[in-house]
Nanobody, 119 residues
Framework: QVQLVESGGGSVQPGGSLRLSCMIS????????VGWFRHDPPVDKRALVA????????KYGDFVKGRFTISRDDSTNTVNLDLNHLEIGDTATYYC????????????WGQGTRVTVSS
């Protein structure tokens, strides 16, 4: 089993920044990649924000447009997501998810952290 705990959400004004952190514990060696996803109803799917693999390859959602950066700190088993130039449309609950090798689906989810961007 793998446990994911997110932190760092909050409220900011447009143009502001936040750092989200995902602390990972458990059978970490069974994970191939960790991603950040976001969900804001009425949209019914979680959208990929960014992902990073065990060999440090990264992938970003098209809407990121260079504003966010994903990174990993293996000394603390943490995956961070730096959110910069936040827009009102970035308001959502952000979830951390872990994917096993040779899989395309998220096997483990965190509980989520809320990001609210408003003026």
């Amino acid at each position: 089993q793998v446990q994911l705990v997110e932190s760092g959400g909050g409220s900011v004004q447009p143009g502001g920044s936040l750092r989200l952190s995902c602390m990972i514990s458990g059978q970490i060696n069974t994970i191939y990649s960790v991603g950040w996803f976001r969900h804001d109803p009425p949209v019914d799917k979680r959208a990929l924000v960014a992902a990073i693999t065990s060999d440090y390859s990264t992938k970003y959602g098209d809407f990121v447009k260079g504003r966010f950066t994903i990174s990993r700190d293996d000394s603390t088993n943490t995956v961070n997501l730096d959110l910069n130039h936040l827009e009102i449309g970035d308001t959502a609950t952000y979830y951390c998810g872990a994917v096993r090798p040779y899989s395309t689906t998220v096997a483990y989810w965190g509980q989520g952290t809320r990001v609210t961007v408003s003026s």
